[in-house]
C-alpha cells in the first residue's frame, strides 16, 4: 500500500482555497492509502507569528482537519515538532541540496517581497524540510494544490540526490492534485490565499457572512449592468457552482446568466445554500470537537507516537547509510 504525507501550517483558518485545493484529497486518499497528515510548526516559524498564540493555531488547525473528515482510526495525523526526526533529516538533505535550486522557488521570491524586513535562512530552505516531511515516511503521493507542484519536483530531486550519494533509501514522491488545484480568490485573478485577504474561511460559510464575502466576489466583468448577457465561463462564481453545485443548478446559472434572466446576486444566492450544505457535516462534527477539546489533543498525542516510529525507523537506516558514528 502506497504511503501518502501531506502537511498544512498552523497560520489560522482554512479557507475554501486551501480544502478544495488540498483537505479535499486528504479525506478521500484515506480509504485506498496508508495516509500521514502533520501540521508542520516548525514551517511556520520561518514568518513572525504571536508565540502566544502558537499553541492555539496548532490545535485549531488540527481541529478543523479532524472536522473536514480526516479520521484518526484511518490515518496518522501529528504535529511536526513532535517528532524531531524531521528536522535532522532536514539537515542531512540539505548536504545534497542544490543551492541553485532553492534559489529558483517561486515560493521563496514570492515571500521575500511579502516579508522583506525577514528574509531568513529557513525561509531559505523551507523546501529542504518539506522535502524531510515527505522523505521520512517514504511517502509517494503528496495531496497538495498547484502551488507546491514545485516544491515537490524538488524534493523528488533531493530524494534521488540522496540515493545517489549514500545508496537507496528513498522513493520517488509525486504531488496529487485535486480536480481543481488552483482555487481563484474573491478577486477571480489570484489563488485564493489568506495573505492576499482575498479568501473565504470555513468559519464564514453560514448564511449572512458568506453572502457578504460573495457579494465582493468578482463576475464577469464584461457584464456591467443587470440587463447585459454574462459568460460563465469566464467568471468565478460559476467555476464554485461547478465545485459546489448540482447540474440542475449549472444549467439553471448557464441559462439565466447568459439571456439576462436572472442577475449576478441570484447566481451567489444559489451558491450560498449549495456552499452551506457541502459544509454541513463539517460544521456538526466541529462543534462536537470544540465541545471536547482535550479529544483533539489524545489525537495528535497517539498520532505523534505512531509517526515517531516510523521516523525512527527511516533515520536508523539514514545514520547506517551515511556511516555515522554509532549507526546500526
Ligand atoms: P502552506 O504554506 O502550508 O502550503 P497554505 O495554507 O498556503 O500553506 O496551503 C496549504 C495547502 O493548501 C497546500 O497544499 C496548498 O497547495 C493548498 N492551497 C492553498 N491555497 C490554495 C488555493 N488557492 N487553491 C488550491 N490549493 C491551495
Known amino acids: 500500500m502506497k504511503t501518502v504525507f501531506s502537511g498544512i501550517q498552523p497560520t489560522g483558518e482554512l479557507h475554501v482555497g486551501n480544502y478544495i485545493g488540498a483537505i479535499h484529497n486528504w479525506v478521500k486518499m484515506q480509504d485506498q492509502y496508508r495516509c500521514i497528515y502533520c501540521v508542520v510548526d516548525y514551517h511556520a516559524i520561518t514568518q513572525d507569528y504571536p508565540v502566544k498564540e502558537m499553541k492555539s493555531r496548532v490545535h ?120 481543481t488545484p488552483k482555487v481563484l480568490g474573491l478577486d477571480g485573478k489570484q489563488k485564493m490565499s489568506k495573505s492576499l485577504g482575498n479568501h473565504i474561511p470555513l468559519s464564514a460559510i453560514e448564511d449572512k457572512p458568506l453572502r457578504k464575502l460573495l457579494g465582493r466576489m468578482v463576475t464577469d466583468e464584461k457584464r456591467v449592468t443587470r440587463e447585459d448577457p454574462g459568460d460563465p465561463d469566464v467568471c468565478n462564481v460559476f467555476s464554485f457552482h461547478k465545485i459546489f453545485s448540482t447540474d440542475d443548478d449549472r444549467a439553471w446559472v448557464r441559462e439565466g446568466c ?38 483533539v489533543d489524545e489525537i495528535l498525542a497517539a498520532g505523534a507516537d505512531k509517526a515517531r516510529a516510523i521516523a525512527q525507523r527511516t533515520m536508523a537506516e539514514v545514520r547506517q547509510k551515511l556511516g555515522l558514528w554509532r549507526s546500526p
Open 60 to 179: 485549531d488547525m488540527a481541529l478543523d482537519i479532524l472536522a473536514l473528515g480526516v479520521d484518526p482510526d484511518r490515518a496518522i495525523l501529528f504535529v511536526q515538532s513532535a517528532v524531531p526526526e524531521h528536522t535532522e533529516l532536514a539537515w542531512v538533505l540539505s548536504a545534497v541540496t542544490g543551492h541553485g535550486d532553492l534559489e529558483r522557488m517561486t515560493q521563496f521570491k514570492d515571500k521575500s517581497v511579502n516579508q522583506s524586513e525577514n528574509i531568513n535562512a529557513g525561509l531559505f530552505s523551507y523546501p529542504v524540510l518539506q522535502a524531510a516531511d515527505i522523505l521520512l515516511y517514504k511517502a509517494e503521493l503528496v495531496p497538495v494544490g498547484a502551488d507546491q507542484v514545485q516544491h515537490l519536483e524538488l524534493a523528488r530531486r533531493i530524494g534521488r540526490s540522496f540515493n545517489n550519494r549514500w545508496g537507496k533509501v528513498f522513493p520517488e514522491c509525486e504531488p496529487k492534485l485535486t480536480e
Open 258 to 295: 447568459t439571456t439576462a434572466g436572472i442577475g449576478c446576486v441570484d447566481c451567489k444566492g444559489r451558491l450560498v445554500g449549495r456552499m452551506i450544505e457541502h459544509f454541513a457535516d463539517y460544521r456538526e462534527r466541529r462543534a462536537a470537537l470544540v465541545a471536547n477539546p482535550a479529544r
